[in-house]
């Protein structure tokens, strides 16, 4: 079943947006760094049914993992995917910026690795944060955010950077 669940928001990230492609609908693309998880890039597809709110669904691919060395022993850790569901809510603070805030959902994988001991989690529960975004033009801006993954074991904090694109 969480397979599933994984497989149709990566379909609905990547897929569907365009077909629904509308005034209020937008995609982003971006790396974000990972606390305790190295570097994930990431898709999103949304869409603000009202000036101030909206909901996007995200995918992520871990790219990177994070290395520490504990007890003489080379520890990696890192995403290996993440996928989610968010209520967003926005603040316009001029023509071309604004803030956002959001909560929502998530599945992921962790992985774990020291020496010849490997261990993969799953995770889910709550994530929330929020950001900023500065369109360019009436099509393409930059948005930056910071999200908390709250979960079974832990909580991962994220801080990205994305390309938006608004259809």
Sequence with gaps: MKKLLILSTAALCFTATPAFAGEG?????G???VDEGGFVLFG?????FAENFGVEAEAGLGIADKSDTLLGVDVKTGVNFSVGAFGVGRVPLGENFNIFGRVGYHY???E???GNFN??????G???????EYMLDDNNGIRAEYTSYDGDGGSLDAF???YVRKF
């Design 25 to 29: 609908t937008y995609i982003n693309l």
């Design 31 to 33: 790396g974000a760094y």
């Design 44 to 48: 999103r597809g949304g869409y603000n």
């Design 108 to 110: 992921s994988e962790v």
């Design 112 to 114: 774990a690795k020291a």
């Design 119 to 124: 261990a993969i989690d799953h995770a889910d």
């Design 126 to 132: 709550i994530a929330f944060g929020g950001g900023i």
């Design 160 to 162: 990205g950077v994305s």
